[in-house]
């Protein structure tokens, strides 16, 4: 099974902030990696998908790199509608999620 | 416009089981693998079950093989998840999820909102 590592696990930034979540898999995942918001609540919802495709309506400000092992989230100027938990996943073989990191503003 | 309703949850004992349905619409549900994704309370995210669009192909975690059955009707647009057997740490969010491709590796394009499983005596 494939092993998803989040860091941080949480993290508090201020408004306009530039702000990394990282997500290293246990073995490659190739592109297959996906990264989703959640906020309270709600169901989660599809930020990118293959690792740094920006999903259709979510903002600019959102970016995602990588590739094998290693895939970083990137907001460029954090929003404070940005407040949430946010969660990759690879599809690589089977599914899974990472642990989710929760981000709150200062 | 994409919809998808769960329905089903509830309070169940230990050992007892449960049928959870997904109602979808707006989009070809036969063109489109499906997931089952649960979230405890107060926790991340846990796929556990999928299908592909015609129904072939199904893949289960670990932790409900042989205990959950996931099935589609695709004339009636509706997706099942069957889970007998339920444990107390099963209790959780349980959310249905479109994929974006038929089969293979993919993503889960839109979501539900979820039926609660209580497990609970």
């Known amino acids: 099974d494939i092993q998803l590592t989040q860091s941080p696990s949480s993290l508090s930034a201020s408004v306009g902030d530039r702000v990394a979540i990282t997500c290293r898999a246990s073995?490659?995942?190739?592109?297959?990696l996906n990264w989703y918001q959640q906020k309270p609540g709600k169901p989660p919802n599809l930020l990118i998908y293959s690792a740094s495709n920006l999903q259709s309506g979510v903002p600019s400000r959102f970016s995602g790199s990588g590739s094998g092992t290693d895939f970083t989230l990137t907001i460029s100027s954090l929003q404070p509608e940005d407040c949430a938990t946010y969660f990759c996943?690879?599809?690589?073989?089977?599914?899974?999620f990472g642990q989710g990191t929760k981000l709150e503003i200062k | 416009e994409v919809q998808l309703v769960e329905s089903g949850g509830g309070l169940v004992q230990p050992g007892g089981s449960l049928r959870l349905s997904c109602a979808a619409s707006g989009f070809t549900f036969s063109s489109y693998a499906m997931s089952w994704v649960r979230q405890a309370p107060g926790k991340g995210l846990e796929w556990i079950s999928a299908i592909s669009g015609g129904g072939v192909h199904t893949f289960y975690v670990d932790s409900v093989k042989g205990r959950f059955t996931v099935s589609r009707d695709n004339s009636k647009d509706t997706l099942y998840l069957q889970m007998y057997n339920l444990r107390t740490e099963d209790t959780a969010l349980y959310y249905c999820?479109?994929?974006?491709?038929?089969?293979?590796?993919?993503?889960?394009?839109?979501w539900g909102r979820g039926t609660l499983v209580t497990v609970s005596s």
């Open positions: 996943q690879q599809s690589s073989s089977s599914n899974s």
């Open positions: 073995q490659s995942v190739g592109s297959h």
């Open positions: 999820a479109k994929e974006g491709q038929e089969v293979g590796p993919s993503y889960f394009h839109y």
